[in-house]
């Protein structure tokens, strides 16, 4: 069984995670539908229960979080930091990201194939 559209080459860094956390699993549910449902991103894993320890207004913090594991296209990163930035309950939240050097060459196309190289309906 072949399906053409696996078989194209990858280009590294087509592709990016984005890292977001949230305070909770309601927020982090809530952000990914908003994420997949502007299909700005293919997939949303949502990690519960880590564990964070930070710097914040010069106090050490700890707290309980949730990881939100995003992927994307590349060009796509600044619409959903855009997005995350509006719609997160952190004042300042956390939206890093790495580019997709390689990987299963399937699962990379069927991110460039759901999430559209820019919004829909813009030119």
Not at 14 to 23: D, I, L, Q, W
């Amino acid at each position: 069984m072949s399906d053409k559209t696996n078989d194209e080459a990858y280009t590294a860094g087509t592709s990016s995670v984005a890292f977001v956390t949230t305070p909770d699993k309601a927020s982090a549910k809530k952000l990914a539908h908003g994420i997949i449902e502007r299909k700005l991103a293919a997939c949303v894993n949502i990690i519960p229960q880590i564990e964070s320890i930070y710097m914040w207004e010069d106090k050490v913090n700890e707290d309980n979080e949730y990881l939100m594991m995003i992927k994307t296209r590349t060009t796509r990163i600044d619409e959903l930091s855009k997005f995350v930035r509006e719609n997160h309950p952190y004042s300042v939240a956390e939206v890093i990201t790495l580019p997709i050097q390689a990987g299963n060459l399937p699962y990379l196309n069927w991110i460039t194939q759901t999430v559209p190289e820019k919004a829909e309906g813009k030119d």
